[in-house]
């Protein structure tokens, strides 16, 4: 399947790709696209399948998103290429680094690890699709909607940017359906075939105030990418580039040269 690109600046050296996480789209990027194609850097933010502007449809595996990508990046001209992924975009770039080596130069994992994690974002696409998109259906009555199942303010929002209150009845951008149907495969550990390793340079940030990356996740990485390296983002949580911008810049500059 070809994604959906947004793309910024020009540049002969290697491309950049940012690959967004569960219920995020390419323009949560935006800033941080921004600046680092200001650089003189080719950056090209992606919506994942059912994501943003991307197309709907089913998905069996992280080898099925991460062939997403690698069509995609074929058809933009942008291969080899810089991978940095947050979270759930973070297991599909490390997917992509582990089945197609020679596509990703350098590998950024930021705040998710290869394994599995508890069903904490099922309660939250329960009650999106629990949203009665009536004719008139205001934002303020949306959130109001959520509250229950997604207490903290910031992560309603982050998820009601998906909903279309322009369209008559308002309507979900994404493909919801699909993307609740997905929450098992998406909270799973990375199914891997035997040997699967990626030798290239590979940098794990993750959030100081986040857990989602911890210290005994390491020996799982280092088998997988025996070059990772580890660093954190002072003061961020789990949406770190979101979070401390400046911060995560700084650190994914560092590591990118």
């Known amino acids: ?61 992280y080898a099925a998103l991460a062939a997403d990508v690698a069509e995609t990046l074929r058809a933009s001209g942008a291969v080899p290429a810089d991978v940095l992924g947050h979270s759930m975009g973070g297991k599909v770039a490390m997917t992509l680094a582990l089945t197609e080596p020679a596509m990703v130069s350098r590998l950024i994992v930021a705040d998710i690890a290869p394994v599995a994690y508890p069903p904490a974002f099922r309660p939250y696409a329960e009650a999106m699709l629990a949203v009665t998109l009536e004719a008139g259906l205001t934002r303020r009555q949306a959130d109001a909607a959520l509250a229950g199942a997604v207490p ?57 105030l986040s857990d989602y990356v911890r210290e005994e996740h390491r020996p799982v990485f280092r088998a997988l990418f025996p070059a990772a390296r580890f660093g954190k983002v002072k003061g961020a949580g789990h949406w770190l580039h979101a979070e401390k911008p400046e911060g995560f810049l700084a650190a994914v500059r560092a590591f990118l040269g």
Do not use: C
């Open 1 to 61: 399947m070809l994604l959906n690109v947004i793309e910024m600046g020009e540049g002969t050296g290697t491309p950049l790709v940012l690959l967004h996480g569960l219920f995020g789209q390419a323009t949560n990027f935006g800033a941080v696209q921004k600046a680092l194609a200001a650089a003189g850097r080719r950056v090209l933010a992606l919506d994942l399948r059912n994501h943003g502007a991307s197309s709907h449809a089913a998905v069996p595996d």
């Open 152 to 208: 903290a303010a910031g992560v309603r929002g982050f998820l009601l940017q998906n909903l279309d209150f322009a369209a008559n009845p308002p309507a979900w951008r994404i493909g919801l359906t699909q993307i609740a149907d997905s929450l098992p495969m998406v909270e799973a550990a990375l199914p891997l075939p035997d040997g699967a390793r990626y030798d290239g340079p590979t940098l794990v940030l993750s959030g100081e």
